[in-house]
């Protein structure tokens, strides 16, 4: 705004005190002015943004203007803004396409004047269509990264269809494949007009592959009417070879259309592509869509590590942890430091998976030790440290060349290479109560049912198999999970074996030992009791003993039971519990029947909750078919593993058993299987 301006709006006469002027009606900055009350120039005066008759939005000034308050003589803040979003609202709102957007006092009739013509709506609108178009490298680069991440995900839906090449519905031919710097894949070839920009898409090379596909279109001299050139990039975890044979890109509604590759497929180098990129966006239909893949192509949106710069803006960060949780993505903790500009969002790549962080699930916090390494950065450090939940479907197969992009006010980022050593994977390196490393109030956030449902997957994953070291198979087995304590070890096979060898009433014991606890041991008492009793005995080694429940369908299998007692680790039978075990065994009755453990004073606290599936019996069968239906688990034994509460007809006989100790599983481990149980309708 010019002196010249200011004086004239502010010499200008009129019946009432206010001066005012609109500086700037635009679609991407939205309405900026002044206004002031000459009879009171240091109180605010409020100005609202109109449509036609409609107002919209009103404000207050808050901004100061040094040539308003140099005009007065007095220091001042009449300056105003609405910002875009409000103006978009505007045009929403908008009757008519000829109304005109104005800005009023508020409480007066009387609108300020601009220096060009008010616009209308309908010049608005065309003026924010080619503004979309146009797709500023400023802004709009991390905004198209998302998109064509929404896009592959929408692409899983199609990747379930049958998708065949139908001669009549092919749309054109990829020609030349690139692979950039980043990994991504480009595309060279043609396609019949009239398709989107931007899809999402099924890549079928003996495997179907979701996609996101953006492309530019150009002309060219060798096609037939109603066909164009594309260049664009084909956004996927899959990777062109040298032995790529043919393949196909499906597309559109139900996968109706397709591209077709050449054979053989030609590669180039990203250096090449670039080239034939240049001279082909002379020739663009459409200049908007070029800008943005070329922001792609090179280092704007590229996942090349670009270390300690993010396009001139210093900016610093470290990884401390990852736990990668299959299914569900990867949390997260580390820390960012930038000076310049505000850290706008935070994005993981994996492979060929790209995760962005959760804004429900990330959470800033001080890192003080960082001060030592930035002295004088008091201000940052107070919000340096990050914690985040990155969504998304990677897989521990999938895991290479792992980079986090630092996304920065105005679409800047700056990519770093994250060192597997940080990595923890859930069921194998890591435990369920390390994520509480990252999130302290897990089971309270909001992504935790999907992260109980993927530790359940992550648990069954891990899983081995019953390793056999010995096998007696039997009709009618009595399964015992030895205890890991040494003492409780050797005090359980001298029972068992005195209760063998005062009646030859029980035909087959199958002994369940962790391979982790007292392996050595439970082999030299296991070839005693054979020695002494007689009885036909299998042992059999799982990873962890809290997982014999699950495998129990596997052990029984394997032991060809088709009936059974269950005895699991820590537990030991009473006299009444030895003779209703014979009863059992004996007896070809189908009934479920749980052995009761004695109540203790602890977390046993009447006999309901001493019926549990650490210690009951049934028959294989009715076991199994059960078991194929029954909601997962985590842990030992959550409640009764729905067993007990489930609509299955048993008996209970009470005071049967006892527990050597009290099985207290962590907090979160119980959280996770309410979680689990509630979805699944059993608790």
Same mark, same amino acid.
């Given at each position: ?478 399964? #015992?999970? !030895?205890?890991? /304590?040494?003492? +409780? ?6 029972? @068992? %074996?005195?209760? *063998?060898? =005062? ?91 749980? #052995?009761? !453990?004695?109540? /203790?004073?602890? +977390? ?6 001493? @019926? %549990?599936?650490? *210690?009951? =019996? ?66």
């Amino acid at each position: 705004m010019t002196a010249i301006v200011v004086g004239t709006a502010l010499a200008e006469s009129g019946p009432i005190p206010y001066r005012g002027f609109i500086d700037l009606i635009d679609v991407t900055q939205g309405v900026r002015g002044w206004v002031v009350d000459l009879a009171a120039p240091d109180t605010p005066q409020p100005v609202m943004l109109m449509v036609g008759e409609i107002v919209v939005a009103e404000v207050l000034p808050e901004g100061l203007r040094e040539d308003i308050s140099e005009a007065l003589g007095i220091t001042v803040t009449p300056g105003f803004a609405f910002d875009a979003a409000t103006l978009a609202l505007a045009l929403d709102l908008a009757d008519k396409f000829d109304d005109v957007i104005s800005v009023r006092i508020a409480g007066a009739d009387h609108h300020l004047a601009c220096a060009e013509p008010l616009p209308t709506v309908e010049q608005l609108i065309k003026q924010q269509r080619h503004q979309s178009m146009a797709l500023p490298a400023h802004s709009g680069a991390a905004d198209f990264e998302l998109l064509l991440d929404d896009l592959r995900a929408d692409a899983a839906a199609l990747a379930e269809l049958a998708l065949r090449p139908v001669p009549e519905n092919l749309q054109g031919y990829i020609e030349t494949l690139a692979v950039d710097t980043a990994g991504q894949v480009w595309m060279v070839g043609w396609m019949r007009d009239g398709h989107l920009t931007e899809f999402s898409a099924v890549i079928s090379e003996r495997r179907k592959v979701p996609a996101a596909v953006a492309i530019m279109t150009y002309t060219r001299d060798d096609l037939p009417a109603g066909a164009c050139g594309v260049i664009g990039l084909l956004s996927s975890s899959w990777r062109p070879t040298s032995a790529t044979a043919e393949f196909f890109v499906f597309f559109g509604t139900g996968g109706r259309f397709h591209l077709r590759s050449h054979v053989p497929m030609r590669l180039i180098t990203a250096a090449e592509l670039l080239a034939e990129y240049e001279g082909a966006r002379e020739r663009c239909l459409g200049e908007g869509r070029s800008a943005a893949l070329q922001r792609m192509l090179t280092s704007m949106e590229s996942w090349m590590p670009s270390r300690s710069t993010g396009q001139g803006f210093a900016t610093e960060t470290s990884v401390d942890r990852i736990m990668l949780v299959p299914g569900l993505g990867c949390l997260v903790e580390g820390w960012v430091i930038s000076p310049m500009k505000r850290v706008d969002g935070l994005r993981l790549r994996i492979g060929g998976a790209v995760m962005a962080a959760q804004s429900d699930a990330t959470y800033w916090k001080p890192r003080p030790d960082l001060l030592e390494t930035f002295p004088g950065s008091e201000a940052l450090i107070t919000r340096a440290g990050f914690v985040a939940l990155f969504s998304g479907a990677v897989e521990p197969d999938e895991f290479t060349d792992p980079v986090l992009k630092i996304v920065l006010e105005g679409g800047a980022s700056a990519n770093w290479p994250i060192p597997e050593r940080v990595f923890r994977r859930l069921g194998h390196s890591a435990r369920i109560e390390d994520a509480l490393r990252f999130f302290p109030a897990l089971a309270e956030e909001s992504f935790f049912p999907r992260f109980a449902d993927a530790a359940i997957r992550a648990q069954r994953g891990a899983m081995g198999a019953p390793v056999t070291l010995a096998l007696a198979r039997t009709r009618r087995a009595l399964v #015992l999970v !030895l205890p890991e /304590d040494r003492c +409780d070890l050797f005090l359980l096979f001298a029972e @068992v %074996t005195q209760q *063998c060898l =005062a009646d030859g009433s029980i035909e087959g014991i199958a002994f369940i030992a962790s391979s982790k606890a007292n392996r050595s041991d439970a082999l030299w008492l296991f070839r005693e009791f054979e020695t002494e009793t007689g009885v036909p005995a299998s042992l059999l080694v799982i990873d962890d003993a809290a997982h014999a429940f699950a495998l129990l369908p596997d052990i029984l299998r394997d032991i060809s039971a088709n009936r059974f007692v269950f005895v699991g680790a820590g537990v030991f039978l009473t006299s009444a519990g030895w003779h209703y075990v014979r009863q059992i065994l004996q007896s070809g009755g189908p009934d479920l029947s749980f #052995l009761g !453990l004695e109540p /203790d004073e602890f +977390d046993q606290r009447d006999v309901n909750d001493c @019926v %549990t599936a650490r *210690c009951f =019996a049934w028959t294989t069968a009715l076991f199994v078919r059960w078991a194929s239906t029954a909601a997962p688990y985590l842990g030992g034994y959550f409640k009764e593993n729905g067993l007990y509460r489930s609509n299955v007809a048993h008996v209970v006989h009470h005071g049967a058993a006892r527990s050597s100790r009290t099985v207290l599983p962590p907090r979160i481990e119980e959280a996770v299987n309410v979680a689990v149980y509630s979805m699944a309708g059993q608790y």
